[in-house]
């Protein structure tokens, strides 16, 4: 198996088919240390959870992951919570970092001595509707082609594996949101144990975490906002005039270690397939980050493709890579509503009228006084459940 990507989607396909003594070769274009430092999702989901621990990946995540069993929605001054745990019979979330992820995986991967190339030149996928689709690369100076069974394409969304598809094979389904975030991390102690999302006159608001030394938090802001025209105190400012409750709550302010602009998008590429070249995580779809759903699609979409890969070295079967892109799009498009719906109920749009203003406060209140609207949200910021089961991938649960 070629695989195009050391991201989580990369990373996480390998280990499943190293559990299933499935050969594999991955190759990144960055450095190791680039991979581990880009600061990105920290929400994991109850079935992501599971899946860490069931790869025996959960050493980490069991000492530093910080298991949430609610959140806050705010407004209009008021923080609301939401019992995520009550609601669905005991789950929850869990925040730890990407990076950590990241760094528990490139750990496993190299403690099994499987081939891992970092800053690999001049990668490209080719022969990808023959049996022996092939894999090439640079690294070091020295030319690589490696003939394959199947690719996957873990590549992201500026990877080369989908642009290496045919035009006409993949319909793309795509919304660009008139606005972005600010998303900082900043050495201050959170305030909260639980996440708060905010909404507010000026725009959303998030508050999160990385530890109990680092707060995580974010603001709406135009989109494509050049980071220059925010001063540290500028952002803090803007922050405590969003996230400030009635009671006095607010968030530590703090040293900004990190802050970076990042633009809304939905996008899905259909079909997840072209030939012997499988297409997983952000390389086929994104989300926007106010679902907190990326990272654990990517994990999803790479247990259905261990799956398959598993019956088709073990029994010959191959229903199970034919089925691969419509059992993940199922997924995929439930988490592309929820992400769709959390984004427009929470954030200010530009041409938004005083309807759309109290029609959001309504939908706001409703979502904070019915259990039955409650439950929806819970249900699935914890993660709907998975259609394919672990064991049918190689794990014990
Ligand atoms: C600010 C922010 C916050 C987020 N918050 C959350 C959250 O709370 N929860 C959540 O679930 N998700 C979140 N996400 C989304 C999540 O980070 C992504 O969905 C996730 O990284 C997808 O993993 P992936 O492996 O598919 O892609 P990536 O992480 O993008 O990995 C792809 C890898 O492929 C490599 N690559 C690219 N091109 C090539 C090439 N030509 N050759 C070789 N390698 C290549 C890249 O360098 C990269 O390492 C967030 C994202 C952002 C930006």
Not at 34 to 60: S, Y
Not at 117 to 125: L, M, R
Not at 207 to 218: A, G, H, I, N, Q
Request: net charge negative; proline share 5%; charged share 20%.
């Amino acid at each position: 198996m070629g695989i195009v990507g050391a991201g989580p989607a990369g990373l996480l396909l390998g280990h499943l088919l190293h559990l299933n003594g499935i050969d594999s070769v991955v190759v990144e274009n960055h450095s190791r240390e680039h991979v581990i430092d880009r600061v990105r999702a920290g929400v994991l989901e109850q079935g992501t959870v599971d899946l860490l621990r069931a790869m025996g990946v959960g050493a980490g995540l069991q000492r530093t992951g910080l298991r949430h069993e609610g959140l806050y929605v705010s407004f209009q001054g008021l923080r609301h919570r939401i019992d995520l745990a009550d609601l669905t019979a005991g789950k929850a979330i869990t925040v730890y970092g990407q990076n950590e992820v990241v760094r528990d995986l490139i750990e496993s991967r190299t403690a099994t001595a499987r081939p891992l190339y970092f800053e690999a030149d001049h990668v490209a996928v080719s022969a990808l509707d023959s049996s022996t689709p092939v894999l090439r690369f640079q690294h070091s100076g020295t030319d690589h082609e490696v003939h394959c069974d199947f690719v996957a394409g873990c590549d992201g969304f500026r990877g080369i594996c989908r642009p290496s598809i045919p035009d006409g094979v993949l319909t793309v389904y795509e919304r660009v949101y008139p606005f972005g975030w600010i998303g900082i991390l900043a050495d201050a102690a959170p305030t909260s144990d639980e996440l708060i999302y905010t909404y507010h006159d000026r725009g959303f608001a998030l508050f999160s975490m990385r530890s109990p030394k680092v707060t995580r938090l974010y603001v709406q802001v135009p989109p494509e906002e050049p980071i220059e025209n925010w001063s540290d105190e500028g952002i803090w400012n803007e922050i405590l005039a969003r996230m400030t409750t009635r009671d006095g709550w607010q968030p530590n302010v703090g040293h900004i270690i990190q802050k970076a602009v990042v633009p809304l998008r939905s996008f899905v590429a259909a079909p997840m397939r072209y030939g012997r070249l499988f297409l997983a995580g952000d390389a086929a779809h994104i989300v926007p980050p106010t679902g907190a759903k990326g990272l654990n699609l990517a994990a999803s979409d790479v247990l259905v493709l261990a799956r398959a890969l598993k019956a088709f070295y073990e029994r010959g079967r191959t229903e199970w890579l034919a089925e691969y892109s419509d059992v993940c799009l199922r997924r995929v498009w439930k988490a592309q509503r929820f992400s769709w719906w959390m984004t427009s109920t929470l954030h200010r749009f530009p041409d938004a009228t005083p309807f759309d203003y109290q029609r959001q406060i309504a939908d706001l209140d409703y979502l904070t006084s019915s259990r039955a609207a409650m439950t929806s949200l819970a249900e699935q910021y914890v993660g709907l459940p998975m259609e394919v089961s672990y064991e049918s991938a190689g794990l014990h649960v």
